[in-house]
């Protein structure tokens, strides 16, 4: 029935995608876009586009459009890894401050923003293109979706981004099929730092990867990120599959191996740990890095390729 | 002995009774869900079970952590309000823990793989060299208590702005912000194996020096009279500063105000003889660290706060206290 349901959504939203497309064609003139803090008037298909935050670039790559500039945080090869392939752009800076000037430099003609990086700047923002602000770092699954459709209709072609979602959630869709019904184990994404652990609950962007595939997030609660954990806490958590996320370089998670509590974990002692990259599963969001944390658990969790 | 000193012997043994009620119940408190009773069998006689892994290898190594690093800071706030005469004198105050700090952080910036011991040295250094620059200011007479204690503030400020600077320019820097808060989540034992042969030195050496630095609390020519070589004598007690208040920094980040506090505490306790002073500082430090971490463990259970974070709520109000109570007196 679900399903039927789903499949029938799909189909709905294709149709209304072909039907917004021949609508989108019919009209350049101002469209108004909601965003989170406010409305911004928008004429035209913007070219010039500067993203300040990794899934806004990612969303606009969905969208073929080449952002012009990016927060990239000062590190090209994060942006490779973000989109799979090199593309041409210029540096704005970090993403928590990015540089105004530079950002003015490139002209651009839409600035994609975070409510809770950049809402301090945002009339600095405005005064330079239009700008739309939107939940990145504090963004769910659904957030981030919806997001793609908003910042398609920005550029001017709110059809594509309907599509986009489409394909994206038929692509999701046939990853979970191929998870195993009745799975109840309970899944966490820990971020392994120098000193401690930070626990991504139900709330965050892979937290609610894991609700949208059918999986139970070890930690129910509407704050994202719970960091400073203990191996401690861990025990107390007791999550049945763990997912820890390392940078390159030393973390807690090789001190935590030595120690005979680690071993009390219920997904150590079933060997249910699994290391995964940072930057996909904690720094990353976005529909193509959704599609990969579900093919990624599909094939350490559950061995299919 | 001054004439306030009040049975210092009685003192000390009730602070260290609510060190030992520290201790207990550091073991017995924690997020997971074991009881206290079964915390405290466990802590008696250990098994294989889980459960006394979590007493043995996480709750203990934590709390005795706390008890070295509070003994090390403690005494370190003694040696430095001795050796410059300065009540405001304290490794965080004079930006001993800052300089330990900027060098652990440049660090593991340029080698990211460092860990563990590895963050000995650089703190050493780091300290050494604000210490090194304080103590040339103190000895060098240019300076009184108050400009001092401004010149320690300012470099503080100099070099915490450097750490935030590294910190926004460098993101995989921002992974170390809970352990520049000043926290004790990662004790497990090698790093309180790491720390204790410091604690035990530096301690030892500076109540076996107690006698001479004593004299440096006199003014130069007291000293010079008594036939002290302050500059040797000062040297020695600044390096037992660095070492003690360097291995902190190394092992738990930089943790404030028990440097600062302890030794006004121990002496309105129990008067000014330098001994005394230090053997209760080493009670009364660890005393207050283990309390501070206990706290930050129950306040926002079950998550954490950093202990340096408490330290620094409970301790800027009491020190505060305490310099109004002296004006009152």
Redesign the interface.
């Known amino acids: 029935m679900s399903r039927l349901t789903r499949r029938s959504f799909s189909l709905a939203v294709v149709i209304a995608a072909f039907a917004g497309a021949s609508f989108a064609k019919a009209e350049d003139g101002p469209r108004t876009i909601e965003h989170r803090l406010g409305t911004t008037e928008l004429r035209g298909k913007p070219q010039r586009v500067v993203a300040l935050e990794f899934s806004f670039v990612q969303a606009l790559d969905a969208l073929g459009v080449a952002p012009a500039g990016i927060a990239d945080?000062n590190?090209t090869k994060r942006i490779e890894q973000l989109l799979g392939k090199t593309i041409d752009y210029a540096s704005v800076g970090?993403r928590?401050?990015p540089n105004l000037e530079l950002i003015s430099n490139l002209a651009p003609d839409l600035i994609i923003a975070d409510e809770i990086r950049h809402s301090a700047i945002y009339q600095q923002l405005g005064s330079i293109a239009p700008t739309i602000v939107l939940n990145s770092w504090e963004g769910d699954y659904e957030t981030i979706k919806a997001s793609v459709v908003t910042i398609a209709d920005a550029l001017g072609d709110r059809a594509r981004g309907e599509q986009a979602l489409a394909e994206h959630e038929a692509r999701i869709a046939a990853l979970v099929a191929r998870i195993p019904k009745g799975e109840e184990r309970r899944i966490l994404l820990a971020v392994a730092?120098?000193?401690?652990m930070s626990l991504h609950t139900s709330a965050s962007f892979t937290g609610s990867v894991f609700k949208a595939m059918g999986l139970t997030p070890a930690i129910e609660t509407s704050d994202p990120v719970?960091?400073?954990?203990?191996?401690?806490?861990l025990?107390?958590v007791a999550p049945d599959i763990l997912l820890v996320a390392t940078?390159?370089?030393?973390t807690?998670l090789?001190?935590w191996q030595d120690?005979?509590?680690w071993?009390?974990i219920p997904a150590v002692r079933n060997k249910m740990v699994f290391e995964v990259g940072r930057n996909q599963f904690s720094r990353f969001r976005g529909l193509k890095t959704a599609e990969m944390i579900a093919g990624e658990v599909l094939a350490k969790v559950y061995d299919a390729k | 002995m001054t004439d306030r000193a009040r049975h210092p012997v009685l003192i000390g043994a009730l602070c260290f009774l609510l060190l030992v009620g520290v201790l207990i119940a550091g073991v017995s408190f924690?997020?997971?869900?074991l009881s206290v009773g079964n915390a405290l069998r466990l802590l008696a006689v250990p098994d294989t079970s889980?459960?006394s892994?979590?007493v043995?290898?996480?709750?203990l190594p934590r709390v005795v952590l706390a008890m070295l690093v509070g003994a090390n800071l403690a005494i370190a706030g003694v040696l430095i309000q001795t050796l410059t005469r300065n009540p405001l004198a304290s490794p965080q105050t004079f930006g001993i823990n800052a300089g330990a700090s900027l060098a652990i952080v440049a660090c593991?910036i340029a080698f990211?793989?460092?860990?563990?011991a590895g963050t000995v040295g650089p703190a050493f250094a780091g300290a050494a060299a604000v210490g090194l620059a304080m103590w040339a200011l103190s000895v060098s007479g240019v300076m009184n208590e108050l400009k001092l204690a401004l010149a320690g503030v300012s470099i503080q400020l100099v070099l915490s702005a450097l750490v935030q600077a590294i910190l926004?320019a460098n993101?995989?820097a921002q992974?170390?912000v809970?352990?520049l808060a000043g926290?004790l989540?990662?004790a497990?034992w090698?790093k309180v194996w790491l720390i204790l042969p410091f604690t035990l030195i530096g301690g030892g050496l500076a109540l076996a020096g107690a006698r001479h630095f004593g004299v440096l609390a006199l003014d130069q020519t007291t000293g010079l009279s008594l036939g002290q070589n302050a500059r040797y004598t000062g040297g020695l007690a600044a390096i037992l500063i660095v070492v003690l208040a360097g291995s902190a920094v190394a092992v738990c980040g930089p943790i404030g105000f028990i440097g600062l506090l302890v030794p006004h505490i121990v002496r309105r306790l129990a008067g000014g003889d330098l001994a005394v002073v230090l053997v209760l500082s080493a009670i009364v430090g660890p005393l207050l660290l283990g309390t501070a971490d206990l706290f930050g463990r129950i306040v926002v259970f079950?998550?954490?706060m950093?202990v340096g974070v408490v330290t620094a709520l409970i301790g800027a109000p009491a020190f505060l206290a305490i310099l109004y109570g002296r004006r009152a007196r």
Request: hydrophobic letters at 35%; zero cysteines.
């Open positions: 945080d590190q970090t928590l401050e730092t120098p000193d401690a719970e960091s400073g954990a203990g191996l401690e806490r025990v107390s940078d390159p370089g030393g807690v090789d001190q120690n005979a509590v071993n009390a | 924690g997020a997971s869900g889980p459960e892994a979590l043995w290898e996480v709750r593991l990211p793989s460092l860990k563990g926004i993101n995989a992974d170390i809970y352990w926290s989540t990662a497990q090698p079950p998550a954490e950093p």
